[in-house]
């Protein structure tokens, strides 16, 4: 299968901080990618997407930001909290709307330190 | 409304034995999927349901992993004797209907095999 990287393993911020987790993808075909977070003992948790056609987009505290050119996708959090401590993953959709069209990357894990 | 639920949380079996994980589905979402997460790996895709046929059962690891799904809600999925690799966390997750990305996730079953 595909597979969906991680820059970094581990990452620690202050609070207050702004926080930027990086994912690397390596299909070209990829046309929808998803941030999730996921708390220890808990499931992954839906946070954002964006769509392959697009470059940014922003939620609440958090903006996803797409660079097809080289294959990269950043997940920024603003003003990072505690309740931001978990794993952040990114996923890459190629080729449907299927499960099986969705792969996941392993995952980057946020510390914030009071 | 209640989320995913998944039982038991912790499941702790000597290889060999026959293990059965549950998942109750948020109701009316007529798309159930599950996934194995290993330690340090990305979300594995196992299978999905559409109501209670799941067409596509290429991502079962082996012909040891079945999965039910009856009434279009509750799901099983059975591990018939155990392996050592098939510990890990294994998530539940379910969405309105089968394509629509966000997906709700459960809290996971984690299986340890002795």
């Known amino acids: 299968g595909e597979s969906v990287g991680l820059h970094l393993p581990t990452l620690s911020v202050q609070e207050g901080d702004n926080s930027i987790i990086n994912c690397a993808y390596s299909n070209s075909a990829s046309d929808y990618f998803i941030w999730y977070k996921q708390e220890s003992g808990k499931g992954p948790q839906f946070i954002i997407d964006?769509?392959?056609?697009?470059d940014k987009r922003q939620g609440q505290r958090v903006t996803v930001l797409l660079n097809k050119t080289v294959k990269h996708l950043s997940l920024q959090i603003a003003a990072t909290q505690p309740g931001d401590s978990a794993v952040y993953f990114c996923?890459?959709?190629?080729?449907?709307?299927?499960?099986?069209?969705?792969?996941f990357g392993t995952g980057t894990r946020l510390t914030v330190i009071p | 409304g209640a989320g995913v639920s998944q039982s038991p949380s912790n499941k702790v079996t000597e290889k060999g034995k026959d293990v059965e994980l549950r998942c109750d589905p948020i109701s009316g979402h007529t798309a159930l999927y599950w996934y194995r997460q290993s330690l340090g790996q990305g979300l594995e895709f196992l299978i999905y349901f559409q109501g209670n046929s799941a067409p596509d059962k290429s991502g079962l690891p082996s012909d040891r992993f079945s999965a039910e799904r009856t009434g279009g809600s509750v799901s099983t999925l059975t591990i018939q004797r155990t392996q050592q690799e098939d510990s890990a966390v294994y998530l539940c997750a379910s969405s309105i209907s089968y394509g629509e990305r966000e997906q709700y996730f459960g809290p996971g079953t984690r299986l340890t095999v002795t």
């Open positions: 964006i769509r392959s056609n697009m």
């Open positions: 996923a890459e959709n190629i080729g449907g709307t299927g499960a099986n069209n969705l792969f």
